[in-house]
T-cell receptor, first 116, second 111 residues
Framework: EAGVAQSPRYKIIEKRQSVAFWCNPI?????LYWYQQILGQGPKLLIQ????????DSQLPKDRFSAERLKGVDSTLKIQPAKLEDSAVYLC??????????????FGPGTRLTVL | QKEVEQNSGPLSVPEGAIASLNCTYS??????FFWYRQYSGKSPELIMS????GDKEDGRFTAQLNKASQYVSLLIRDSQPSDSATYLC???????????FGSGTQLTVLP
């Protein structure tokens, strides 16, 4: 079974530029998450999708971050404009269904973003 | 604010010893608990999940849960250098059943 796919793996941009990350979850997984992991910290949830609907985006900085999952499968996370503090690893995770108590989440390889 | 606290480490143990990693959480409504292993430069990998009070064993790994004390731990027996990584505790809680992660404990197993 293929795992969660993400691209690109690395991205270096100047501040105020825009960037987009792509995620393809495990086949059949209805729930998709985007996390931000800053060096030395645990992953922090940015947004949770159930199929193509947003369940929670309370920690997404909506003035600069946006995300979509149009057909309930692939998802894109965008940052525009980027700030220095956005330098982090952006992780995508998926689970069969996020509404149960036992939803084990599986992570993709992540995208390491450096903002100069 | 739901919180998950872990020993900040770093923790060093000799090869063959037992490594003990601890985690406490603030949300009494939490229902499920996970341990992820994260090698440097890699993404988190799920190694254990536990849902009921008591112990759960899987190979060299044992997860322990005490909901009354809001405490979860991970024991690694016969530690190997390949176990050297950061271990993240994650707790599933809230109406949307989201994971809240601790900041991780860095484990080094010395040959």
């Amino acid at each position: 079974e293929a795992g969660v796919a993400q691209s690109p793996r690395y991205k270096i941009i100047e501040k105020r530029q825009s960037v987009a990350f792509w995620c393809n979850p495990i086949s059949g997984h209805a729930t998709l998450y985007w996390y931000q992991q800053i060096l030395g910290q645990g992953p922090k949830l940015l947004i949770q999708f159930q199929n193509n609907g947003v369940v929670d985006d309370s920690q997404l900085p909506k003035d600069r971050f946006s995300a979509e999952r149009l057909k309930g499968v692939d998802s894109t996370l965008k940052i525009q404009p980027a700030k220095l503090e956005d330098s982090a690893v952006y992780l995508c995770a998926s689970t069969v269904s996020g509404t149960g108590n036992y939803n084990e989440q599986f992570f993709g390889p992540g995208t390491r973003l450096t903002v100069l | 604010q739901k919180e998950v606290e872990q020993n900040s480490g770093p923790l060093s143990v000799p090869e063959g010893a037992i490594a003990s990693l601890n985690c406490t959480y603030s949300d009494r409504g939490s229902q499920s608990f996970f341990w992820y292993r994260q090698y440097s430069g890699k993404s988190p990998e799920l190694i254990m999940s536990i849902y009921s009070n008591g112990d759960k064993e899987d190979g060299r790994f044992t997860a322990q849960l005490n909901k009354a004390s809001q405490y979860v731990s991970l024991l690694i027996r016969d530690s190997q250098p390949s176990d050297s990584a950061t271990y993240l505790c994650a707790v599933n809680s809230g109406s949307a059943r989201q994971l809240t992660f601790g900041s991780g404990t860095q484990l080094t197993v010395l040959p």
